[in-house]
């Protein structure tokens, strides 16, 4: 997939992104976020500050770190069980609303998915996933200051990990 960023004379970035909708530089630049290896399990969502001048708190408790975005599902979670039951993963689905779902799945779908639950390690989570029920919409917000270079961690709730 083609970055999504536009430059400021309107074309679009060249580079190309496996992860996230646009490409590692423009992630950085516009989000402070990059993909890479974790240091718990697999690839990892780490705080990135795009110039080094800026200061060493990427993001301040309470911010915004990254929209949890996914193609929306509306069923009834008795629907969405058989569903489960029949083969669908459901390693990236956030509940958001009554018969709402977020499906992250798509490696291109957003960079939250990338959080991963430090559950387990000498980690601590800190951002928590906050869900705006009526907009049907989700998204990691910080627990704590975080800052530049370090992982972001979700704890994935209890419900995750009963069915690991």
Same mark, same amino acid.
């Given at each position: 997939?083609?970055? &999504?960023?536009?430059?400021?004379?309107?074309?679009?970035? +060249?580079?190309?992104?496996?992860?996230?909708?646009?490409?590692?530089?423009? &992630?950085?630049?516009?989000?402070?976020l990059h993909?890479?290896?974790?240091?718990?399990?697999?690839?990892?969502?780490?705080?990135?500050?795009?110039?080094?001048?800026?200061?060493?708190t990427v =993001?301040?408790?309470?911010?915004?770190?990254?929209? %949890?975005?996914?193609?929306?599902?509306?069923?009834?979670?008795?629907?969405?069980?058989?569903?489960?039951?029949? !083969?669908?993963?459901?390693?990236?689905?956030?509940?958001? !609303?009554?018969?709402?779902?977020?499906?992250?799945?798509?490696p291109n779908?957003? %960079? &939250?998915? =990338? #959080?991963?639950?430090? +559950? !387990?390690?000498? =980690?601590?989570?800190?951002?928590?996933?906050?869900?705006?029920?009526?907009?049907?919409?989700?998204?990691?917000? #910080?627990?704590?200051?975080?800052?530049?270079?370090?992982?972001?961690?979700?704890?994935? !709730?209890?419900?995750?990990?009963?069915?690991?």
């Amino acid at each position: 997939m083609r970055c &999504a960023y536009i430059k400021p004379d309107g074309i679009q970035c +060249r580079n190309h992104t496996l992860k996230g909708n646009f490409c590692w530089l423009h &992630a950085k630049q516009q989000y402070h976020l990059h993909i890479k290896k974790s240091e718990i399990h697999g690839l990892g969502l780490f705080a990135e500050k795009a110039k080094k001048k800026e200061p060493d708190t990427v =993001f301040k408790k309470g911010q915004t770190v990254a929209p %949890y975005t996914g193609n929306v599902l509306k069923m009834s979670e008795n629907d969405l069980d058989k569903l489960i039951d029949k !083969g669908l993963n459901d390693k990236y689905i956030v509940t958001a !609303g009554k018969n709402y779902f977020i499906d992250g799945i798509n490696p291109n779908s957003s %960079y &939250a998915r =990338f #959080a991963n639950d430090s +559950r !387990g390690t000498k =980690f601590v989570n800190n951002t928590k996933l906050s869900v705006n029920i009526k907009e049907h919409t989700a998204s990691l917000k #910080a627990t704590t200051n975080i800052k530049n270079g370090k992982e972001i961690f979700v704890g994935y !709730g209890r419900k995750y990990w009963l069915n690991r």
